[in-house]
């Protein structure tokens, strides 16, 4: 299988078939400006010292400082973090945001540490690199498994470090540390916003059945915002199991039960079943929210969605794609249907630097006026190019880079 940033540079070479870019900028947009590894040291609790590994890829920054956010998994490592921040450099750009992209990460599993050693961990990542980040230079901010609480420890630790005190060098924080009302929900509301956009142009109908595997942090906000909206979540997964009723599921008693057992699994509202069968779910939307390489060659042909819109990074590979194309399943790609997590984050990074707290209506407001003008442009722009909405959010995309690059 293809790494994910194999299959970046798949996209970008598919997209620049249709539109004609100069061969230097070419090169130049293919590679990122730095990539950094660092060593995290972290006493344990029981008088050990562990040592992490950490990254940073700063991939360009011709719209802007570096924006990314920071992962914490087990499989983490450079390569994936390489092509997260080539995708975000593409996402700001279609949100037409004034940042570039970056992204960070640390190799290591959480849930196996104790919240002393989470935060020794977080304020080291932070030690590390507080020379390469800052409010105009990168952007760090929350990704899988990395929370409020720990964006405003590494916040914390810069201000030490610094004597910044503005909390502008990162995003995703408490609201108490000077986070922005909507940020915690802003990746879904984002997608909601571009499905709202885009639902009549994809022929949906008022009264859309919707799967959702990942019942994590962007799963859990799309199934909430989706419902609410009159539409019927149908299935969902988490990490070891799915559930399903074709009469729609109970989110909120399904976000209790999780709570209460760590899991959807047994969930009395549904039927539980194999998580790796929820993708094969018979649906009008398929919500992606996990991880990346998700919808492949081996599995493509057993969707039963009428649209794949992708809260989750990188979740189709490119092969896939085009057979979901030839059978007429359009996928709303993720630097354009997950942009509203950056899109927030930006707008949190503007009121610390101005000093202002934005109430959530004025948020939201904005964000609703950017994704439905993004998904508008890209999905007319697909239409003369008699090509997909990914093919069609990179070439806008490049060409917004572009134009930077040359100024």
Same mark, same amino acid.
């Given at each position: ?45 029981? @008088? ?5 590994? =950490? ?8 719209? =802007? ?66 020379? +390469? ?33 503005? @909390? ?50 962007? =799963? ?48 009395? =509202? ?14 009008? +939307? ?13 599995? +493509? ?107």
């Amino acid at each position: 299988m293809n790494t994910p940033f194999q299959n970046a540079l798949s996209q970008l070479e598919r997209a620049t078939k249709l539109v004609s870019f100069p061969a230097d900028f070419l090169k130049r947009i293919a590679q990122p400006n730095r990539q950094i590894r660092v060593s995290l040291p972290v006493n344990m609790d029981n @008088g050990t010292l562990n040592i992490y590994e =950490g990254y940073r890829v700063q991939f360009n920054n011709a719209r =802007g400082p570096y924006k990314g956010g920071i992962r914490f998994h087990q499989d983490t490592d450079m390569e994936e973090v390489k092509a997260l921040a080539f995708w975000m450099t593409l996402k700001c750009a279609v949100a037409n945001i004034p940042m570039g992209g970056g992204k960070g990460g640390v190799t290591v599993n959480p849930k196996e540490l104790s919240e002393t050693e989470l935060e020794a961990l977080s304020r080291a990542w932070m030690r590390s690199l507080v020379d +390469v980040v800052g409010p105009q230079k990168d952007v760090p901010a929350p990704d899988v498994n990395t929370t409020p609480e720990i964006m405003a420890w590494m916040a914390d630790e810069y201000a030490k470090r610094t004597g910044d005190t503005t @909390g502008a060098v990162i995003t995703g924080k408490p609201l108490e540390a000077g986070g922005s009302q909507g940020r915690a929900t802003a990746t879904a509301q984002g997608g909601f916003y571009v499905f709202e956009a885009l639902k009549e142009k994809l022929g949906l109908p008022e009264v859309c059945k919707v799967v959702i595997q990942g019942f994590g942090n962007a =799963g859990e906000h799309a199934a909430d915002i989706w419902t609410k909206a009159g539409h019927k979540l149908v299935a969902t997964s988490d990490s070891k199991a799915a559930i399903r009723n074709p009469e729609g599921l109970d989110v909120l008693a399904l976000y209790e039960h999780k709570k209460a057992t760590g899991s959807v699994a047994g969930f009395a =509202g549904g039927e539980t079943f194999e998580r790796d069968e929820l993708l094969y779910q018979e649906c009008d +939307v398929l919500i992606p929210a996990a991880l990346e390489n998700q919808i492949r060659e081996d599995n +493509v042909d057993r969707l039963r969605a009428h649209i794949v819109l992708e809260l989750a990074n990188g979740p189709t590979t490119p092969e896939a794609d085009d057979r979901l194309f030839a059978r007429g399943i359009a996928v709303i790609p993720d630097i354009l249907a997950n942009a509203g997590g950056v899109t927030v984050s930006t707008f949190e990074w503007e009121q610390n630097v101005k000093h202002e707290h934005w109430s959530e209506e004025d948020v939201f407001a904005k964000l609703k006026s950017i994704m439905h003008q993004e998904a508008q442009l890209i999905f007319h722009r697909s239409q003369d190019l008699h090509t997909d909405l990914r093919r069609a959010a990179f070439v806008i995309a490049l060409e917004r880079l572009e134009q930077a690059m040359k100024i």
